[in-house]
């Protein structure tokens, strides 16, 4: 079973958006599928619910009640867990960080949540876990140019030492939309832009945290980068 946390130090990042996007997009690909809400906001838990007909289970529970929800998954034969977090809450970041097998620090491409994400970077570090940096609701590109907004967070988010990811979510309404109903994007056929770019996110973190076994070199790598 992969672990996989959602975590950011500043609110409204999107962490619910990815976290809920990962857990549906491994439902949708035949994997049995968990999703821990720790955050007490319940957000991934309301998103769930809204939906209809199968999906991924989901449990609320508090960060210390983790390592039990973790074991129950790996009992009950589960391939997929995912961790919703509480932002800015870092004794909930660690317990999420000291359990996952890979992290996805959340980002905007602004200037608070690169601030924030600095200090969240150094909690990964510290702990020694792989992550990944996901640069999330950011503007969309025009003939292919990124906006100067995202430019410049890429280049800053050079001095964190972690890797980001190449796929970057795009701010749409169709993420939104899409929650409403308990969806993913790729489960909307009128959004086929949409549905491409979360198709391509799901891909890449699926070859660094599912499909990739335990010595994995690209795992190593990015463990190394921690």
Do not use: W
């Not at 870092?90 to 317990?95: C, I, K, Q, S, V």
């Not at 309404?173 to 899409?178: E, G």
């Not at 959004?191 to 070199?217: I, S």
């Amino acid at each position: 079973m992969r672990t996989i946390a959602a975590i950011a130090c500043k609110g409204g990042s999107g962490k619910t958006t990815i976290a809920t996007h990962l857990a549906i997009g491994a439902h949708l690909r035949g994997r049995k599928t968990l999703l821990a809400d720790t955050d007490p906001q319940g957000s991934s838990a309301e998103v769930l619910r809204a939906r209809r007909g199968g999906g991924p289970a989901c449990v609320a529970c508090g960060a210390a009640g983790l390592l039990n929800v973790q074991v129950a998954a790996v009992q009950t034969r589960c391939e997929v867990l995912i961790i919703d977090t509480p932002a800015g809450a870092e004794e909930e970041l660690g317990h999420a960080l000291a359990l996952c097998d890979l992290s996805l620090l959340i980002l905007r491409p602004t200037f608070l949540d690169l601030a924030a994400a600095v200090r969240t970077a150094q909690i990964v570090r510290r702990l020694r876990k792989p992550a990944l940096i996901v640069l999330n609701q950011a503007p969309v590109a025009r003939a292919g140019v990124q906006p100067p907004s995202v430019v410049r967070a890429l280049r800053a988010l050079q001095l964190m030492r972690l890797p980001v990811a190449p796929v970057i979510i795009r701010s749409r309404q169709a993420y939104q939309t899409a929650l409403e109903s308990g969806r993913s994007v790729e489960e909307m056929a009128a959004e086929p832009v949409a549905a491409r770019e979360a198709e391509e996110f799901f891909a890449f973190v699926d070859r660094f945290a599912f499909a990739a076994p335990a010595g994995d070199p690209a795992l190593a790598r990015m463990r190394a980068l921690g």
